[in-house]
Nanobody
């Protein structure tokens, strides 16, 4: 089992920056692929960013490319999502997810999910 606990969400203004954290514990050998997803009210959960340890690659949704950065600190067992130039449309609950591999943009790839942290961007 893997446990994921997100933090760092909050209320910010458009243009601000925010850093989300996801602490990973448990069977971390099952976390070769880690990602961030988000879900706004009334919408499907959508891919934001992912990191694969084996290939050492990062992936981003077009909507966040150039503004968000995903990274993993193995010493602290923590996954980060650095968000800058936040927009109103970035408002959503953000979820950390972990899995062994597969299509990184698909929620079905991920076995473990955190409870989410809310990000609200105001004008």
């Amino acid at each position: 089992q893997v446990q994921l606990v997100e933090s760092g969400g909050g209320l910010v203004q458009a243009g601000d920056s925010l850093r989300l954290s996801c602490v990973v514990s448990g069977r971390t050998s099952s976390t070769n692929t880690m990602g961030w997803f988000r879900q706004a009210p009334g919408k499907d959960r959508e891919f934001v960013a992912a990191f694969t340890w084996i290939r050492g690659r990062t992936y981003y949704a077009d909507s966040v490319k150039g503004r968000f950065t995903i990274s993993r600190d193995y010493a602290r067992d923590t996954l980060y999502l650095e968000m800058s130039s936040l927009r109103l449309e970035d408002t959503a609950a953000y979820f950390c997810a972990a899995g062994d591999g597969g299509v990184v943009t698909s929620p079905q790839t991920y076995t473990y999910w955190g409870q989410g942290t809310q990000v609200t961007v105001s004008s």
